[in-house]
């Protein structure tokens, strides 16, 4: 059933688990993710930036996550805007039916984060679709916005309190040591559980969210590699820290980079395995299938949403 996420984050901070969202741009992929929280039992989001809505077209996007819920009546899916990048898009989501929109204020001061954020809450909430919001900035490539490493700015938890406060927001995108895409630490993967626990001290009822939470699985990047990619040095966060993550108060995880790869490596595969390939149905369909591998290892054994519906 299509659903905000108000019950969702209820139940994983109540139960101590998060909720995948995950990031869509075309038919295999939803059908990927959407089997995958079927088949383990779990709730789930999906969701789209604006260029995947530019790409795949809000109607399309849409239609295709109308299927999902007719097949899938029991699982609670959110559609979900990422990365709003101003009151404008957001608006064009919620009038279309997105049932929740981030408002991506993070690369505005203070003051204006909290202005425009006000501004998407106030339309959000007068159409019961609900808003994430961002403070703090994460190291690396955010759609059009690059924040170099050494600009990596940690959430204040003081400040996250005050902007949760004044903005009215259902859920809060933290920085803690994440960053999106496929090469997210140099040496030792680390988040700043610390800050963590201090945020969640001071908005305990505040739902947080973990953005650039990709492990850039191993497992895709060399299959990648091995089938003729170039990737070479990626890394990603850990299973164990995000299961860490999980159980302690972050409730959103977002992924996207993993199921570029998955995509990739599947794809890859069968165009190394067989040059004649050309039927679109051969090489998506193990693409498709990989994407739902990678999607139900990290409800199950990951973020533990399995069987929460
Ligand atoms: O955080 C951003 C997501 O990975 C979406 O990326 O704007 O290329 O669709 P995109
Ligand atoms: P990754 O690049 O780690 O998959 O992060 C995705 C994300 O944060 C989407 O908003
Ligand atoms: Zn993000």
Redesign the pocket.
């Known amino acids: 059933m299509l659903v905000t996420t108000t019950d969702m984050f209820k139940k994983s901070m109540e139960e101590k688990f998060a909720i995948g969202?995950f990031?869509v741009n075309n038919m295999e992929i939803i059908q990927g993710i959407v089997d995958a929280a079927a088949e383990s039992k779990s709730p789930v989001i999906l969701?789209a930036?604006s260029s995947a809505i530019k790409y795949a077209r809000i109607n399309y996007l849409m239609k295709m996550v109308e299927a999902a819920i007719e097949e899938h009546p029991e699982i609670p899916i959110a559609i979900h805007l990422?990365?709003g990048p101003d009151f404008e898009t957001a608006k064009m989501c919620i009038d279309n039916g997105f049932t929740s929109v981030m408002i991506d204020g993070s690369k505005y001061d203070f003051e204006k984060n909290v202005e425009l954020t006000k501004q998407v809450v106030e339309y959000a909430h007068s159409k019961g679709v609900v808003v994430e919001a961002e403070l703090g900035k994460l190291a690396g490539i955010e759609d059009d916005v690059n924040v170099s490493a050494s600009d990596a700015m940690y959430t204040d938890p003081d400040q996250a309190k005050e902007f949760v406060e004044r903005t009215g927001c259902d859920s809060l995108a933290i920085a803690i040591g994440?960053?999106?895409?496929?090469y997210?630490f140099k040496g030792e993967a680390k988040l700043r559980f610390d800050i963590l626990k201090e945020i969640k001290e001071k908005i305990p009822n505040t739902p947080i969210v973990l953005?650039?939470?990709?492990t850039?699985i191993p497992k895709l990047v060399n299959m990648c590699n091995e089938y003729g990619g170039n990737i070479p040095g990626a890394k990603?966060?850990p299973d164990e820290i995000l299961h860490e993550a999980s159980i302690s108060g972050v409730s959103k995880i977002?992924?996207?980079?993993?199921?570029r790869l998955a995509m990739t490596a599947g794809i890859r595969k069968v165009f190394a395995e067989d040059p004649s390939a050309f039927d679109p149905r051969k090489y998506l369909t193990p693409a498709r299938d990989l994407i739902k591998e990678t999607v139900k290892h990290k409800m199950i054994d990951v973020f533990g949403s399995a069987n929460r519906i």
């Open positions: 969202a990031n969701q930036s990422d990365h994440t960053s999106h895409g496929a997210k953005h650039g939470a990709s850039v990603g966060v977002n992924v996207d980079t993993d199921l």
